[in-house]
């Protein structure tokens, strides 16, 4: 397996595998479906939305945190006449939330975000330093700063871009030949990494899967984050390529740890058994460009 250098803005994300779309490896799980798929149990469960944590079963009652959906959590139990679960994290109790928003560790998981892998070409300069850390997932349009005066400029599916900084829910990203294009977030997939593949051919497919465990404030977090998600996971996991990129949400930048690559049976076969040792992990699509 061959990994491309670390030249200094490579921090922002893992340089990923030339061999990252050849392997579509799975782990062996439960058996799918089970019993009481949807409802509410005691044990380990997964949240099927966002919801607010309440201190008390009372939608009046205080809101001490919010969870994202498919978090991992353990369910205590439902009080008598109430439609509401008490909940913990760490094996201690944080609240309450809606039964309803619980589900089986079991059930099929869906994509929760998509990311990219770029040709060699199109994302290193010829000295190895990379081109961005976001592609165009389609056509846009763009407000782009040249020579201090604003203008709409069109581009691409497939442009690759480096992010520079988020305003007003905006990304504003620069390439090569532009030094300031602002665009809006959903329109852009991190990258995870490069191949070396000419698609107009026979090749290895050009989706795969990842899993993400976690998010991270910096990446040297995340990259220190793999190294305790494999002590908590199990060493099985370590052979697997790991990524670290940047994830652009509703509160700003984070930096995502993943790894893979897998094909769509296996990270749901994946999720489900870190669920089972209470870990959180949710399904990445990653398109090749």
Not at 13 to 22: D, N
Not at 119 to 144: I, K, M
Request: charged share 20%; with cysteine.
């Amino acid at each position: 397996m061959q990994i491309l250098p670390k030249p200094p803005i490579a921090r922002l994300l893992l340089p990923a595998l030339v061999s990252a779309l050849l392997l579509c490896a799975t782990i062996p799980a439960r058996a799918q479906g089970g019993p009481n798929l949807g409802a509410p149990q005691v044990g380990e469960t997964i949240l099927n939305r966002d919801v607010e944590v309440r201190v008390s079963p009372d939608e009046a009652s205080r809101v001490v945190m919010m969870l994202p959906r498919g978090k991992t959590v353990a369910a205590f139990g439902t009080p008598r006449r109430t439609a509401w679960t008490q909940i913990g994290l760490g094996g201690r109790d944080v609240g309450y939330v809606p039964s309803d928003s619980l589900d089986s560790i079991f059930i099929a998981r869906t994509v929760a975000s998509r990311a990219a892998v770029v040709g060699r070409q199109r994302w290193t300069f010829p000295d190895g330093t990379l081109r961005g850390t976001h592609v165009l997932a389609g056509d846009a349009s763009g407000t782009e700063i040249k020579d201090g005066k604003k203008r709409e400029t069109k581009l691409e599916r497939g442009a690759v871009l480096g992010l520079l900084d988020l305003q007003g829910g905006k990304a504003r990203m620069t390439s090569d030949t532009i030094a300031s294009i602002t665009l809006p977030p959903d329109r852009l997939l991190p990258i995870i990494g490069v191949h070396d593949y000419d698609f107009a051919g026979s090749g290895p497919p050009r989706t795969f899967y990842a899993a993400r465990v976690g998010e991270f404030l910096t990446p040297v977090e995340a990259e220190n984050g793999w190294t305790g998600f494999v002590a908590a996971a199990g060493p099985q996991y370590a052979p697997y390529a790991h990524f670290v990129y940047p994830e652009i949400g509703r509160d700003g930048m984070a930096f995502a740890l993943a790894f893979g690559p897998l094909d769509r049976t296996g990270v749901n076969n994946v999720c489900v058994a870190l669920a089972q040792r209470m870990l959180d992990c949710w399904i990445v699509e990653v398109e090749s460009f």
